[in-house]
């Protein structure tokens, strides 16, 4: 009976051995994990050693304060960034209309709608605040060339029309809040809306009846532009991100001619597409 005893307490002596044995490291583990990991500065409450580097209780390694440095630095709110973006659009040339005075006026055009796929570049530069930023974008387009034949439904000339499209655009851009973890804090969801001044150019040629060049014309329009976006950015340093958006862009009407009396307008000139690209963060 007293071996049986003893045995009992023998028991419950190691079974509290064990548990001040192990308390030390799992009242670590409850401190570690108390730590807020959605706010933590540096990113890491996981490991202790790194959070004891960062308060200066051991000597930082290099691939230690290579990471530190890098979330430290895509934590900065305000930043000034470069950003190009190219594209294959769908451009549309609608409203095709002849704009000729009395009474030349009386002929419709054969050919009022129009549409390609133009590659087209944006480059731009600006600055983020928060959740809000705001740039200067010059967009450029591949030449657009409208070819009707005839041109008008009661004439059999065919016309040649080669149009040159820029734009300068002041955008503003709105970058959703990452209210929720259904998509990584990397991914940057944002709506654009830009506008501004266009430039296009137009080099318009009629044919007669054989294909030769009867008389040919240039003009020059600055109508205004605009542009409305949605899009998402990828971090993949701390200083590029890469972007996808789609954009309608609204480059103005235009102008042809006039030419042998008559002149034509294009109240929409219109792209629609997705654009890809690289965002270079200051």
Not at 272 to 281: A, D, I, R, S
């Amino acid at each position: 009976m007293f071996n049986n005893k003893l045995r009992g307490s023998l028991t419950a002596v190691l079974a509290l051995a064990l548990m001040a044995g192990f308390s030390t490291s799992c009242l670590a583990t409850f401190d570690v994990m108390d730590e807020d990991i959605e706010g933590g500065y540096y990113g890491n409450g996981y490991t202790r050693p790194f959070r004891n580097a960062i308060e200066g209780t051991e000597t930082l390694s290099a691939e230690d304060l290579a990471f530190m440095q890098s979330v430290q630095y895509t934590r900065i709110t305000e930043r000034w960034y470069l950003r190009a973006l190219v594209g294959h659009p769908r451009v549309k040339l609608n409203k095709i209309v002849n704009n000729s005075t009395y009474p030349l006026d009386a002929y419709q055009v054969a050919l009022p709608n129009f549409t390609d796929n133009l590659y087209q570049l944006g480059l731009a530069g600006g600055k983020i605040w928060e959740n809000w930023g705001a740039e200067i974008e010059l967009l450029i387009s591949k030449k657009l060339k409208y070819y009707a034949n005839p041109l008008f439904t009661t004439i059999p000339n065919a016309a040649n029309a080669e149009i040159n499209t820029y734009a300068l655009l002041f955008n503003v851009q709105y970058i959703i809040p990452h209210w929720i973890s259904l998509y990584p804090r990397r991914l940057q969801i944002h709506l654009d809306a830009g506008l501004g001044v266009g430039l296009n150019t137009t080099n318009t040629t009629v044919y007669d009846l054989n294909g030769a060049p009867i008389e040919s014309a240039s003009g020059r329009q600055t109508p205004v532009a605009g542009m409305l976006g949605i899009g998402a950015r990828y971090q993949i340093t701390p200083c590029i991100l890469f972007d996808l958006t789609y954009r309608f862009i609204s480059w103005g009407k235009t102008k042809y001619g006039p030419i042998l009396g008559y002149q034509l307008k294009s109240d929409e000139l219109t792209s629609t597409g997705l654009f890809v690209g690289l965002t270079y963060q200051i």
